[in-house]
């Protein structure tokens, strides 16, 4: 299969978006911007398209897909909001979406079964980039979209990075420039607690613990093991990784070179007192966000550094740790799951 790109021209995507739905109302695959990272989009309603997804990715079907609307209007063709947590979910609604954020919900009929992996419920979100958008309104159906890489890989935040992962796979590509978020969305789940609504943060992500606790009581998810199972959908703990073994030393004296290995340094800052810097030869060092370090700019290049890491051909890559606070908290929980485990 040959992969085609098109351009979503920033001031008329029209074409690309025409293009695009042509593929999924036959039943294909095409690649999609969002603010957060690429999603691999079929139509939701479809089961033979979302298979596809499945088969495409290598994903286990074990691990649900995320539905996008195009706006919270459509909500109630995909879930059923509970009574008592009807108005928690419309003022989350309302605060985060368009955005980066997935609330899990009671899923309708609607929704075929291999979406949610048999479960009870179904993620759901309200993408803020317009070609996304746009598309789904187009279709008139929900648009089903993982991150657009192959299992356990690193998610893409540009086109290229798509087509690196899904080449000769999916018809078609739809280039809306680099994912201005570039780490995935927030996913919560919500109920009603004894006195306010109770949310657990599923996967951390652009939208902040300190940002939803407005709004109730917040929990941070805790699996009850390490290990894959059904009831912890998209927590595997080995994810997001690059070819070459990434180590996380959360103190700089943890890290043992061994003589003769090609080692590159994975830094937030750049910083010499981070204690990272002079403590070996890097073969490279790279920066998320050199100097002072802001989260927001780590976190566009999070995915993109990780990528171009993965592609010097070194023997490791040492990942510096990131203070947990906001978007660090994100970028933290996915160099943890990038990294080499001992398990
Ligand atoms: O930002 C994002 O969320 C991107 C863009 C494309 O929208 N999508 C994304 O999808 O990150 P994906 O498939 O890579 O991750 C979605 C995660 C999965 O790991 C899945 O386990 C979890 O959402 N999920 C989906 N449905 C769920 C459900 N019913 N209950 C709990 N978790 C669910
Ligand atoms: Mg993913």
Redesign the pocket.
Known sequence: MITETEVADFEDWGDAVQKAVGVLQAGGLVALP?E????LGADALNPEAVAKVFEVKERPHF????V?LSSVKDLSTVAVVPEEIKEVVEALAKEFWPG?F?M?LPKTDAVPDLV??G?P???V?V?AHEVMQDVIKELGSPIA????NRFGRI?PTSAAAVQEELDGRIPLIIDGGASREGL??T?I?VKMGEKRPEMTI??P?PVSKEALQKFGKVFKYKPASAKNSPEA???LPSHYAPRTPLYLFERPEDFKPEPGKRYALLSYRGMEKDGYLDLHEWETIGCLSSGTGKLAEGAVRFFYMLRYMDSLGVDAIIAEPISETGLGVAMMDRLRRASVQDS
């Open positions: 969002t957060t990272v690429y999603g691990d649900p897909l995320i996008h980066p997935t899990v949610t992996s479960l419920t179904v993620a979100r993408s979209a993982p991150s657009a998610s995935e969305s996913i789940s599923l996967r992500g959908p998209g927590q």
